[in-house]
């Protein structure tokens, strides 16, 4: 199989090997989806298992690309060798992340940092099975840590939470998305809260807001299964401060997943949702290819001329798949 003229295996062993131009072919074909895609995936999963996986998200303007921007500085510094994701699940426009973010980033990031946006062009079936596939690339090479980021506050991005190992919600004064958030499901998921832009009138307000969501979460059993409290930091990360002290709590909460056993439990989870994404997308396939033979194109005039349900349709073409 080949990629910009230059076999996948070829470009997985120069990648291997550190060189940059060839880790990045290989995210683009990881984005265009497919066997090669696959192949890139079947290389990389051997050398996987070391890397921190960890997931920024919240409300647009929240600060999250800036705050991403520090940490990388930060870990940059400490001499880490980190990667950064930036998914843009809703834009079939500026495919990816805006640009000015990106910019800001590489104004911050160290040498050895890989920045990379991605965009599923509105299709999050794609995002499920590119995002994982990634991640995977950038641990197989070497980065550590792997930070996911996201520009929203829906379900896709919970979902991409899910894909980390240490989450972190960001909010800001005013809390405008804060019902949003709650409803998709994103403060459960939350590792570290991050309060950012700090100096702004309501900061201590949403602090005490999350501190009352916490309580309310531990008295109704939400949070004793993992005997975790998610902490809440206070940050301005356009200046830098406080964003030490996330990436502090990142590194302690991914000590507490290695020695809570956590960590296994999560890789697992991430594993099993992976596999069953695979599994939609190849029943899928074979379920549309179905349907586009003669008796696939019998089935659907039987239901539009209300011979048949579509639940009785979809459990005809469910026997002819799994024959």
Excluded: C
């Excluded at 003229?5 to 074909?29: D, N, T």
């Excluded at 991605?118 to 641990?139: C, E, K, Q, Y």
């Excluded at 991005?157 to 894909?163: I, Q, R, S, W, Y």
């Excluded at 809260?193 to 916490?214: I, S, T, Y």
Aim: no cysteine; proline share 3%.
């Amino acid at each position: 199989m080949k990629s910009h003229g230059e076999p996948v295996h070829a470009l997985f062993e120069k990648a291997f090997a550190g060189e940059r131009r060839s880790i990045g072919q290989l995210l683009s074909v990881i984005e265009q989806g497919g066997d090669q895609a696959d192949s890139v995936t079947e290389m990389a999963h051997t050398f996987t298992g070391k890397a921190h996986i960890v997931g920024i998200t919240g409300a647009p303007g929240s600060g999250k690309s800036t705050l991403t921007g520090q940490l990388t500085r930060i870990s940059s510094e400490a001499g880490w060798k980190t990667a950064v994701l930036a998914v843009d699940p809703s834009s079939p426009l500026t495919g990816g992340a805006i640009l000015g973010d990106r910019i800001r980033m590489d104004d911050l990031a160290g040498e050895e940092t890989f920045i990379r946006s991605m965009a599923t062009r509105g299709h999050s079936g794609g995002l499920a099975l590119a995002v994982p596939a990634a991640i995977r690339l950038f641990d197989a090479v070497g980065y550590d840590p792997v930070i996911i980021e996201t520009v929203g506050v829906g379900q896709v991005e919970v979902d991409v939470a899910g894909t980390a190992d240490t989450t972190v919600v960001v909010v800001t004064p005013g809390w405008g998305d804060a019902v949003q958030a709650n409803k998709a499901g994103l403060l459960e998921v939350a590792d570290i809260f991050v309060v950012n832009k700090a100096d702004r009138p309501g900061a201590k307000d949403a602090r005490r807001d999350l501190e009352l969501m916490l309580d309310l979460g531990h008295i109704s059993g939400l949070n004793d299964q993992n005997e975790f409290r998610p902490p809440i930091i206070m940050t301005n990360a356009l200046h830098g401060e406080g964003t030490n002290e996330v990436w502090k709590n990142i590194k302690e909460h991914g000590e507490h997943l290695h020695s809570s056993g956590q960590l296994e439990q999560r890789q697992s989870n991430r594993i099993h949702l992976e596999i069953t994404n695979r599994l939609n997308r190849v029943i899928g396939e074979v379920a549309s290819s179905v349907l586009e033979t003669k008796a696939g194109r019998e089935l659907l005039k039987s239901v539009a001329s209300r011979e048949i349900s579509p639940s009785e349709a979809a459990k005809q073409l469910a026997a002819k798949v799994l024959k």
